[in-house]
């Protein structure tokens, strides 16, 4: 199934192709990083859920297209080794997290995703709720863990593991031929 991807203003509108509930992976992640995240950028309101929890759904880059407002991406990162984390400076749209050009591996952020009502049919359900620790208050997530729980862990890197060997990081929205950041990431902490 495609499934719209678009900004908050419906600057950057885009598709994620062939995507199933079983060849990606729908997360809940409480870490603090993705928690500033959010709130660097002001949409902690929309993004967060009420324990401080941003949904993910864990694709590969070559799924990810971006038809319209390609220019209005923009990058981050939290500290110089941190992932890459993508939004629009249209509506400072959290969008998704990379790690580098090499890795297929693209972390969608649900605010970008453009379903209306329940995800749980097109992505499946949440298979973790991670990081807790880091969440706010006591979570009643239904089934919380702390950290990446081991089976997830191994389900996500088996993927990147099939999508590498399909040479899924190509072609990618958020970076170039030669595997730099389409906009150069300015780093957070060396700026405050
Ligand atoms: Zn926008
Ligand atoms: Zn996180």
Redesign the pocket.
Known sequence: MDIKLK??????TGVATNITPKNGNRIVCCCSDCQAFAQHLGRQGDTLDEFGGTEIFQTSQAQVSIKK?AE?LRALRLTSKGLTRWY?D??D?PVANTINANFPFAGLIHSFISIKGDRTPALGPVSAYVQTQHAIGTPTYPHSAKKFPLGVTLKVLHKIVVWKAKGMQTPSVFFDDEGRPVSKPVVLGENS
């Open positions: 900004c908050k203003c419906g600057a950057v407002g209005h629009t249209c509506c749209t």
